[in-house]
């Protein structure tokens, strides 16, 4: 955690005699999270956000540049892996004492949104304080819900497949935009032959991908409220599934599990595997071998179903500050050298600023920047699937059920009929 120039609550309260009454304080002034102005002028925010050191460390390198630009405004932090980012966040959110800013994803707009916890920036940017001209993409409109203005993207990915070029060299592939689906399971096939282990970690139970094969055939994993896909469309998706992985195409789930933290591809364990772009820099520090990006697999040779993905800073309803707060999100967004220190830490920066100010030079950078470079240019990406409230509920169980469906806990059948009874609890709650 990183403090700036900030005296705590319980230190202030010592200062005053411990009366509330005495700092001119209600339990409603002390909902919204924020420390009130000081005596000269001075506010400050707080900020959250998940991620590792390294990210901690970028971010304070840039909160630094903020508040040299900003003196009148000082930033608190904190931060958490995912898990326990959002089990901490759930119980400010629900004490009503949220950050004022924090980093939010597309899976959990509407769920605070309909909790009366997200700050409609749709007025700062009327009053100009936080600008949405010059985003790559479309990716402005990435943190609208129903007209509200609820995020603000800070940057991009997009799913792909993970290869081990050594592997697939050796296997003689060569995946290029708009193979198949029946290529894909026939590469690996080959890898298994001349590699002597599975083509694919399993992609069963990453619900982003399922999404994209979904979207390919006209229907999607969510509709604006409910599911847009049936028990007959995932039976068939986790048959097919439990088949590979008794035929050895797929990874071993119980060997998968055990090389945790490293993925199964630098584990030695598959050929390749689905994840966001901008995480394949993970795969060079953890591995030994040489990795790259490949398409997404298509159903018809043409549509991928892919759209691009983005980090997100959303802001607190009960803010004190919702100007200042706006100002921050401006510069985390736009400021070329912000957008020099993240890199790709974040995705590709959703601003062209930073974009332009970011030129990576390490061959993973590199190749992230022209995956999605070619996404744009070839025009596959598609408007996002709306994601309802519960949808993180939803793949929590999604990675869950299916990886005992592949353990063999739980029948295909039975994983299915369990994961609509949770999802459409989920949904509906």
């Known amino acids: 955690m990183r403090t700036h120039g900030t005296v705590d609550r319980r230190s202030l309260l010592k200062i005053t005699g411990g009366s509330v009454a005495?700092?001119?304080?209600?339990?409603?002034?002390?909902g919204g999270g924020s420390d009130s102005a000081?005596?000269?002028?001075?506010?400050?925010?707080?900020?959250?956000?998940?991620?590792?050191?390294?990210?901690?460390?970028?971010?304070?390198?840039?909160?630094?540049?903020?508040?040299?630009?900003?003196?009148?405004?000082?930033?608190?932090?904190?931060?958490?892996?995912?898990?326990?980012?959002?089990?901490?966040?759930?119980?400010?959110?629900?004490?009503?004492n949220t950050p004022d800013v924090f980093q939010n994803a597309i899976g959990f707009l509407r769920k605070y949104d309909a909790k009366n916890?997200?700050?409609?920036?749709?007025?700062?940017?009327?009053?100009?304080?936080?600008?949405l001209e010059g985003f790559r993409a479309g990716l402005e409109k990435f943190g609208e819900v129903d007209?509200?203005?609820?995020?603000?993207?800070?940057?991009?990915?997009?799913?792909?497949?993970?290869?081990?070029?050594t592997v697939f060299a050796k296997a003689k592939v060569t995946p290029k935009p708009g193979w198949t689906w029946d290529e894909y399971h026939d590469a690996?096939?080959?890898?298994?032959?001349?590699?002597?282990?599975?083509?694919?970690?399993?992609?069963?139970?990453?619900?982003?991908?399922?999404?994209?094969?979904?979207?390919?055939?006209?229907?999607a994993f969510f509709t604006a409220s409910g599911l847009g896909f049936t028990e007959a469309d995932l039976t068939d998706w986790w048959n097919k599934a439990a088949e590979r992985v008794k035929s050895g195409v797929y990874a071993d789930p119980k060997k998968t599990i055990q090389a945790k933290p490293k993925s199964a591809v630098t584990a030695e364990l598959a050929g390749c595997e689905f994840t966001w772009d901008n995480f394949t820099v993970r795969y060079a520090s953890e591995g030994k071998s040489r990795y790259g990006l490949a398409p997404?697999?298509?159903?018809?040779?043409?549509?991928?179903?892919?759209?691009?993905?983005?980090?997100?800073?959303?802001?607190s309803k009960r803010t004190k500050h919702p100007k200042e707060v706006a100002q921050f999100i401006d510069f985390m967004v736009h400021d070329p050298e912000v957008g020099a220190i993240m890199g790709y830490d974040r995705g590709v920066p959703?601003?062209?600023?930073?974009?332009?100010?970011?030129?990576?030079?390490?061959?993973?950078?590199?190749?992230?920047?022209?995956?999605?470079?070619?996404?744009v240019e070839s025009r596959v990406l598609e408007p996002i699937t709306p994601h309802p409230a519960g949808a993180d509920v939803c793949e929590a169980a999604f990675l869950r059920l299916s990886e005992e469906m592949s353990l063999g806990t739980r029948t295909v059948a039975d994983a299915v009929k369990q994961y609509f009874t949770e999802a459409k609890t989920a949904l509906s709650a």
């Open 350 to 375: 959703a601003t062209e600023a930073q974009n332009a100010a970011y030129v990576p030079t390490d061959e993973v950078g590199k190749q992230i920047a022209a995956y999605e470079k070619q996404l």
């Open 147 to 165: 007209g509200k203005l609820v995020g603000v993207p800070v940057g991009s990915n997009s799913m792909a497949l993970v290869v081990d070029e």
């Open 296 to 315: 997404i697999p298509t159903t018809d040779g043409k549509r991928t179903g892919q759209y691009l993905g983005s980090l997100m800073l959303s802001a």
């Open 117 to 131: 916890v997200l700050l409609d920036l749709r007025e700062q940017v009327e009053a100009g304080n936080l600008r």
């Open 188 to 219: 690996l096939a080959r890898i298994q032959e001349t590699a002597g282990r599975a083509g694919d970690a399993g992609p069963y139970g990453i619900m982003y991908l399922y999404d994209l094969f979904l979207r390919q055939q006209g229907k």
């Open 22 to 30: 005495a700092l001119g304080l209600t339990a409603a002034g002390c």
């Open 38 to 96: 000081g005596g000269d002028g001075t506010v400050t925010i707080r900020y959250t956000w998940w991620g590792s050191d390294d990210r901690a460390k970028r971010i304070n390198q840039s909160i630094a540049l903020f508040e040299k630009k900003y003196p009148k405004i000082k930033v608190k932090t904190d931060f958490q892996p995912y898990a326990d980012f959002w089990k901490k966040f759930n119980t400010q959110a629900s004490g009503g």
